[in-house]
C-alpha cells in the first residue's frame, strides 16, 4: 500500500482528501503545518502532497530539505493562489508536479498512478543498469532437468530454494522463475547476504529512517519495498544471522515489517526466492539456521547441477560466451579448435561455470590469433599436479574423478587419443574405459 503524506492548513481538505484517497488504496498521514510536517516525515513516504502556503513557513523550503533527505520520495505542489514563478521553482527543486486548488481528485490519481510507475521504473532500470542476465545454456539431461523444474515451479508463485555449488548460476536460474512468473512485469530484485555486513544486512533489507544510526543522514527504503510486487532473490541465504532470520521468518508469515528506526508498519507482496551453496537442512540441526525459515523458503527446492556433470555442455557453452564477449567487445569472435574444446571438456571446472567464462575471457584476451588451439588452452589450464593447493575444501569424491580423469586424459594424450590403446595402457577393457569416461561426464571421440 503506498504512503502519501498530506501538508495543509485546511482541515477540510485534509479531510476530504485523506477520505478519498484511503478508498483508493493509499495509506494517508495528515499535517496542518510545517512542523507537524517534519514531524512526520521522520519516517519516509512514497508521496507527499505539499502545499506552497503554510502557518509556519513555505512548502518550498519543505521541498528543497524533502529531496535532500529523501530523494525516492515524489512531492506533488499545491496552491490556491499559484504564480508562475512558484511553479517554475517548485520544478527546479524537484516537485513531480504543480496542481491549483481546488485540487481535482481525477487529476491528482493520474499523478500519484504516473508518478509511481515513473519511480518504479527508473528503480528498475538502475537494477538493469548494474545486472547482467544471460540465458541458461546446456542440452545435458542436467540442464533439462532443470528447465522442466523452472517450467512447473515459476508460474506457481511459491517460495523456491536453489541449492547449488559457487558458479552453478543460481541467479540465472531465479530470474528464470520471475520472468515464468505472472510477476515477471514487475521488479526482480537481487541481494547477496554475505556481501553485506551483519551490521546493515537488516537496514539493506527492511530500510532505515533518517537518524537510525550513525550515518543515516537520509531514510531509504529497503529491497522488501523495492521488490513489491515482484520477486525478491536472496543469495547466500545461510548467511544471514540470527536476528535478520527472525525478521525474515516475520515478514514471510505476516507479509509486514518495520523499518530500522522507524514505528510505522508496511505491508509488501513480494515472492522470495533464496539460494544457498550450502546444506541448509544440515544447518538447522548443526549450526544457527532456525528449521521454521528453511520450512518456508524449502518449499520448492531445485538444485543446480555442477558443470562436471555436465561436460558435454562444454563445447556449447564456450562457443555461447565466446560469441558473447566478442558483442561486449566489438570484435569478431575466435574460433575454438576441436582439440581445444576436447581439452576444455576433460578440465573438471571446481569453479564450475563461471570459471569456464572466466577462461574463455582470458583465451579471448591473450590469443592474437584468430583460432584458439590446443597449445593455448595448456597455457592457461591449471596443472593438476603442480597445484596441490587447489583440492583443498573438495570432496574426497570430487578428487577422486580428478584424478581419474587426469590418468585416462595422459593415456589418450600418450596414444594419440586412441582408446583400445588408452584402455590397454591403464589395464581396462575398452567397455570398462568408455563406461568410466561417460561416468565422468566425459564425451568421447568415436
Given at each position: 500500500?503506498?504512503s502519501?503524506?498530506?501538508?495543509?492548513?485546511?482541515?477540510?481538505?485534509?479531510?476530504?482528501?485523506e477520505?478519498?484517497?484511503?478508498?483508493?488504496?493509499?495509506d494517508v498521514?495528515?499535517?496542518?503545518?510545517?512542523?507537524e510536517?517534519?514531524?512526520a516525515?521522520?519516517?519516509?513516504?512514497?508521496?507527499?502532497?505539499?502545499?506552497?502556503?503554510?502557518?509556519?513557513?513555505?512548502?518550498?523550503?519543505?521541498?528543497?530539505?524533502?529531496?535532500?533527505?529523501?530523494?525516492?520520495t515524489?512531492v506533488?505542489?499545491m496552491?490556491?493562489?499559484?504564480?508562475?514563478?512558484?511553479?517554475?521553482?517548485?520544478?527546479r527543486?524537484?516537485?513531480?508536479?504543480?496542481?491549483e486548488?481546488?485540487?481535482?481528485?481525477e487529476?491528482?490519481?493520474?499523478?500519484?498512478?504516473?508518478?509511481?510507475?515513473?519511480?518504479?521504473?527508473?528503480?528498475?532500470n538502475?537494477?538493469?543498469?548494474?545486472s547482467?542476465?544471460?540465458?541458461?545454456?546446456?542440452?545435458?539431461?542436467?540442464?533439462?532437468r532443470?528447465?522442466?523444474?523452472?517450467?512447473?515451479?515459476?508460474p506457481?508463485?511459491?517460495?523456491?530454494?536453489?541449492?547449488?555449488e559457487?558458479?552453478?548460476?543460481?541467479?540465472l536460474?531465479?530470474?528464470?522463475l520471475?520472468?515464468?512468473s505472472?510477476r515477471?512485469?514487475r521488479?526482480?530484485?537481487?541481494?547477496?547476504?554475505?556481501?553485506?555486513?551483519?551490521?546493515?544486512?537488516?537496514?539493506?533489507l527492511?530500510?532505515?529512517?533518517?537518524?537510525a544510526?550513525?550515518?543515516?543522514?537520509?531514510?531509504?527504503?529497503?529491497?522488501?519495498?523495492?521488490a513489491?510486487?515482484?520477486?525478491?532473490?536472496?543469495?547466500?541465504?545461510?548467511?544471514?544471522?540470527p536476528?535478520?532470520?527472525?525478521?525474515?521468518?516475520?515478514?514471510?508469515?505476516e507479509?509486514?515489517?518495520?523499518?530500522?528506526?522507524?514505528?510505522?508498519?508496511?505491508?509488501v507482496?513480494v515472492?522470495?526466492?533464496?539460494?544457498?551453496?550450502?546444506?541448509?537442512?544440515?544447518?538447522?540441526?548443526?549450526?544457527?539456521?532456525?528449521?521454521?525459515?528453511?520450512?518456508?523458503?524449502a518449499?520448492?527446492?531445485?538444485?543446480?547441477?555442477p558443470?562436471?556433470?555436465?561436460?558435454?555442455?562444454?563445447?556449447l557453452?564456450?562457443?555461447h560466451f565466446?560469441?558473447?564477449?566478442?558483442?561486449e567487445?566489438?570484435?569478431?569472435?575466435?574460433?575454438?579448435?576441436?582439440e581445444a574444446?576436447?581439452?576444455?571438456?576433460?578440465?573438471p571446472f571446481?569453479?564450475?561455470?563461471?570459471?569456464?567464462?572466466?577462461?574463455?575471457e582470458?583465451?579471448?584476451?591473450?590469443?592474437?590469433?584468430?583460432s584458439?588451439?590446443?597449445?593455448?588452452?595448456?597455457?592457461?589450464?591449471?596443472?593438476?599436479?603442480?597445484?596441490?593447493?587447489?583440492?583443498?575444501?573438495?570432496r574426497?569424491?570430487?578428487?577422486?574423478?580428478?584424478?581419474?580423469?587426469?590418468?585416462?586424459?595422459?593415456a589418450l594424450?600418450?596414444?594419440g587419443g586412441?582408446?583400445?590403446?588408452?584402455?590397454?595402457?591403464?589395464?581396462?577393457?575398452?567397455?570398462?574405459?568408455?563406461?568410466?569416461m561417460?561416468?565422468?561426464?566425459?564425451?568421447?571421440?568415436?
Amino acid at each position: 500500500m503506498p504512503s502519501l503524506l498530506i501538508v495543509d492548513d485546511e482541515p477540510n481538505i485534509r479531510k476530504s482528501l485523506e477520505g478519498a484517497l484511503g478508498r483508493e488504496g493509499y495509506d494517508v498521514d495528515g499535517a496542518a503545518s510545517l512542523g507537524e510536517a517534519r514531524a512526520a516525515l521522520r519516517e519516509t513516504y512514497d508521496f507527499v502532497l505539499l502545499d506552497v502556503w503554510l502557518p509556519d513557513g513555505s512548502g518550498l523550503d519543505l521541498l528543497e530539505e524533502i529531496r535532500a533527505q529523501a530523494p525516492e520520495t515524489e512531492v506533488l505542489m499545491m496552491s490556491g493562489h499559484a504564480t508562475i514563478d512558484a511553479a517554475v521553482r517548485a520544478t527546479r527543486l524537484g516537485a513531480y508536479d504543480f496542481l491549483e486548488k481546488p485540487v481535482s481528485l481525477e487529476r491528482l490519481l493520474v499523478l500519484l498512478r504516473n508518478a509511481g510507475r515513473a519511480a518504479a521504473l527508473e528503480a528498475e532500470n538502475r537494477r538493469l543498469r548494474a545486472s547482467w542476465s544471460r540465458s541458461i545454456v546446456g542440452d545435458a539431461p542436467a540442464v533439462r532437468r532443470l528447465l522442466e523444474e523452472i517450467a512447473l515451479a515459476g508460474p506457481s508463485g511459491a517460495r523456491v530454494l536453489i541449492q547449488g555449488e559457487h558458479g552453478t548460476g543460481k541467479e540465472l536460474v531465479a530470474r528464470a522463475l520471475h520472468d515464468a512468473s505472472p510477476r515477471r512485469g514487475r521488479p526482480f530484485v537481487a541481494v547477496n547476504c554475505s556481501a553485506i555486513p551483519e551490521e546493515l544486512i537488516e537496514s539493506e533489507l527492511f530500510g532505515h529512517e533518517r537518524g537510525a544510526f550513525t550515518g543515516a543522514t537520509q531514510a531509504r527504503r529497503g529491497r522488501f519495498e523495492e521488490a513489491h510486487g515482484g520477486t525478491l532473490f536472496l543469495d547466500e541465504v545461510g548467511d544471514l544471522s540470527p536476528r535478520a532470520q527472525t525478521k525474515l521468518l516475520r515478514v514471510l508469515q505476516e507479509g509486514e515489517f518495520q523499518r530500522v528506526g522507524g514505528n510505522r508498519t508496511i505491508r509488501v507482496d513480494v515472492r522470495v526466492i533464496a539460494a544457498t551453496n550450502r546444506s541448509l537442512i544440515d544447518r538447522t540441526r548443526n549450526d544457527p539456521f532456525r528449521e521454521d525459515l528453511y520450512f518456508r523458503l524449502a518449499v520448492v527446492p531445485i538444485a543446480t547441477p555442477p558443470l562436471r556433470e555436465r561436460a558435454e555442455d562444454i563445447p556449447l557453452l564456450v562457443e555461447h560466451f565466446a560469441a558473447s564477449l566478442a558483442g561486449e567487445s566489438g570484435g569478431r569472435p575466435k574460433r575454438f579448435t576441436v582439440e581445444a574444446l576436447r581439452l576444455l571438456s576433460r578440465h573438471p571446472f571446481p569453479g564450475n561455470v563461471r570459471e569456464l567464462r572466466n577462461l574463455v575471457e582470458r583465451l579471448l584476451i591473450m590469443t592474437p590469433s584468430g583460432s584458439i588451439g590446443p597449445e593455448h588452452v595448456r597455457a592457461v589450464l591449471p596443472r593438476e599436479d603442480r597445484a596441490p593447493d587447489a583440492a583443498n575444501g573438495l570432496r574426497l569424491g570430487d578428487l577422486v574423478q580428478r584424478f581419474e580423469r587426469a590418468q585416462i586424459e595422459a593415456a589418450l594424450d600418450a596414444c594419440g587419443g586412441n582408446v583400445t590403446q588408452a584402455a590397454s595402457r591403464l589395464g581396462l577393457e575398452r567397455s570398462h574405459l568408455y563406461k568410466k569416461m561417460r561416468k565422468l561426464g566425459w564425451k568421447a571421440e568415436p
